[in-house]
């Protein structure tokens, strides 16, 4: 008997155990060469299984509602906020490039040490706070310019507010983030219960049934034990961790 793999999705899961449920329901229901203490070992797993199977499903429902949904409002709002930096970026460069070489000889690292050669959006790849840190880096250097250098204010004001709306909105993805982990760790402990809850029963059952029927109650897997072999939507996406 294959058992679905531990790292499996949350939903898949949940999948996997419903058709076992509905599996022994089905033979409570249609198989005639039960015995009456077999049905009632069945009924007694119904039983405990049914409502671990309802928690689980609860548990990552919950989870995936939040997923699919808490995170598009603050993700787009960081992508404004580092499409501003981009902005003030560009606006300074724009400002400063004809002093640079005055620039050069005023600063430690030169002009460089104001504007790099990339967006700093696309420091995302290593995190927000790396690309406030950057902008605000920027502008501070800026400020640091000589009276000579004309419209340095405004521009340091500009990376300054991008980078101080961007913070704000790290600390809003962090605050979902605390949000996240209790619903991610009720699937964890869901997906915990209800494997060590099968576990049992596989052990009670052996009282009353041979192990070719305990194997029937499971359904067939694919995909190295990850999904139940007639899975196969294309746009399923559960495949990952139970986190996922």
């Not at 400002?95 to 040490?113: F, M, V």
């Not at 501070?140 to 521009?155: M, V």
């Not at 949000?179 to 760790?185: C, E, G, I, N, T």
């Given at each position: 008997m294959e058992k679905l793999a531990r790292?499996?999705?949350?939903a898949r899961h949940v999948r996997w155990a419903r058709e076992l449920l509905a599996s022994l329901h089905a033979h409570h229901a249609v198989n005639e060469r039960l015995s009456e203490d077999q049905k009632k070992a069945l009924a007694a797993e119904i039983g405990r299984l049914a409502p671990r199977v309802q928690s689980l499903g609860e548990s990552v429902g919950l989870y995936r509602s939040f997923i699919d949904h808490a995170h598009v409002d603050i993700r787009a709002r960081q992508r404004v906020a580092?499409?501003?930096c981009d902005e003030a970026q560009r606006g300074a460069d724009g400002a400063l490039r004809p002093h640079r070489k005055e620039?050069?000889?005023?600063?430690?690292?030169?002009?460089a040490t104001i504007l790099s050669k990339v967006s700093l959006s696309r420091v995302l790849r290593a995190g927000n706070e790396k690309?406030?840190?950057?902008?605000?880096?920027?502008?501070?250097?800026?400020?640091?310019?000589p009276a000579k250098i004309p419209g340095t204010a405004p521009l340091a004001d500009a990376l300054d507010q991008a980078a101080e709306l961007l913070r704000s909105f790290n600390k809003q993805s962090d605050a979902l983030e605390d949000q996240r982990q209790?619903?991610?760790s009720s699937v964890q402990k869901n997906i915990f219960e209800i494997r060590e809850e099968l576990d049992q029963m596989d052990g009670r059952?052996?009282?009353h049934f041979s192990q070719d029927f305990i194997d029937s109650l499971y359904p067939e897997l694919t995909k190295k034990g990850s999904a139940v072999a007639d899975e196969?939507?294309?746009d399923?996406?559960?495949?990952?961790?139970p986190e996922s």
């Amino acid at each position: 008997m294959e058992k679905l793999a531990r790292s499996a999705s949350g939903a898949r899961h949940v999948r996997w155990a419903r058709e076992l449920l509905a599996s022994l329901h089905a033979h409570h229901a249609v198989n005639e060469r039960l015995s009456e203490d077999q049905k009632k070992a069945l009924a007694a797993e119904i039983g405990r299984l049914a409502p671990r199977v309802q928690s689980l499903g609860e548990s990552v429902g919950l989870y995936r509602s939040f997923i699919d949904h808490a995170h598009v409002d603050i993700r787009a709002r960081q992508r404004v906020a580092n499409f501003l930096c981009d902005e003030a970026q560009r606006g300074a460069d724009g400002a400063l490039r004809p002093h640079r070489k005055e620039i050069d000889h005023i600063l430690p690292g030169g002009y460089a040490t104001i504007l790099s050669k990339v967006s700093l959006s696309r420091v995302l790849r290593a995190g927000n706070e790396k690309t406030v840190t950057f902008a605000e880096r920027a502008a501070g250097a800026i400020r640091s310019l000589p009276a000579k250098i004309p419209g340095t204010a405004p521009l340091a004001d500009a990376l300054d507010q991008a980078a101080e709306l961007l913070r704000s909105f790290n600390k809003q993805s962090d605050a979902l983030e605390d949000q996240r982990q209790p619903l991610r760790s009720s699937v964890q402990k869901n997906i915990f219960e209800i494997r060590e809850e099968l576990d049992q029963m596989d052990g009670r059952l052996r009282s009353h049934f041979s192990q070719d029927f305990i194997d029937s109650l499971y359904p067939e897997l694919t995909k190295k034990g990850s999904a139940v072999a007639d899975e196969d939507d294309e746009d399923d996406d559960t495949s990952g961790p139970p986190e996922s």
